[in-house]
């Protein structure tokens, strides 16, 4: 059964009144990962390195590592930089299938989960498993759900398309609330995050609402002070409007990537998306446009290369400590549970 309470100064009754109350949100989340707040970082390739990840887990979260396409040096360098926090780390399902062992290094790393995205988990629960870390499993679909549980996935995070990065076509509302009724009924114990277009307190309340037992957050973690990537970047998610993202494959195929069809990547619609999104063959064959692209990528130029993110850029407006963004989200979710009785006639 689901267990949600919020409240104020829980933690700790006898307080001094001059200190700042905490909120906090107990849910099963907290309770299975030992962790002070129902949110996880997501495992974002290339802009999810250790400090990130660490200072979410410092702040009462999970952090997680985004080992992306898999590179052992980086994944070894961002696991230093966490400096012995308790975070996990994240691989790109389909990419892992072609490198496997990397599962050893981060294994070795005692991490507090592994999280598998955009693939069959299958042929890796066991090994994590074994280790005694938890599994978490991202999944697009009901049917993925239903397959990630079936593995031995510890926590299922249902991805709407709202999402920044790769991903799917079904909206986060529906699907969390669809994969949530069937956890309840089929496999109680499995744990559930919603993730897509959360950013604040108010999408991490509605997570619970829908019967998640917390969220994964990407996109509002780009616009940290610990994100790796360029301070442009940064400022470009600050600015835009959630109507301006598009899910497409140009991105992919510029930097050559080969990713599976039913997956798109959501980005920001800029100089580069509106020349090539609906020319992808072309694109292909442009070599020149390849190096133009990486060229804007490592300079931080926005329009000649690809911001990732979601539909939640719409719903952030500076940068800021992970920290910061991590309480201020418990503290409205946990403000807007506490009043939601007011809706009551
Ligand atoms: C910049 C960026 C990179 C991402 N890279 C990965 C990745 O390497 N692996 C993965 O499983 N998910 C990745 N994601 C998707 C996240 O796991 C998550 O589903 C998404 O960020 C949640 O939606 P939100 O961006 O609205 O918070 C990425 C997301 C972003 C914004």
Redesign the pocket.
Known sequence: MKHVSACFGCEDRKMNTSEKKKPVLKTRLTQRLEISHPVIS????F?AGGALAAAVSQAGGLGLI?G?YGDAEWLENQFRAANNQPVGA?I?TWSLSNNPDLLDLILQRAPKAV?L??GDPGPFAAQILSADVALIC?VQTLRDAKHAIDIGADIVVA?GA??????EKRGTMSLVAEVADYIAKSAPDVLLCA?????DGRGLAASLMLGADGC?????F?ASNEALVHQNVKNAVAAATGDITLQSSVTDIVRQKVWPDRYKLRVLKNQFTDRWHGHEAELRKNTAEHENWVKGWEQGDTEASSV?????AGLISSVAPAADILNDMVEHAADLLAKSRLYLA
């Open positions: 997501a495992p974002m390739a802009a985004g992306g994240g790109i999280f995205s955009f991202q991805q709202e999402a920044g990065g790769h991903g993730a897509g277009g959360i950013a994964l957050v990407g996109s509002r780009l990732v993110i979601g539909e939640a």
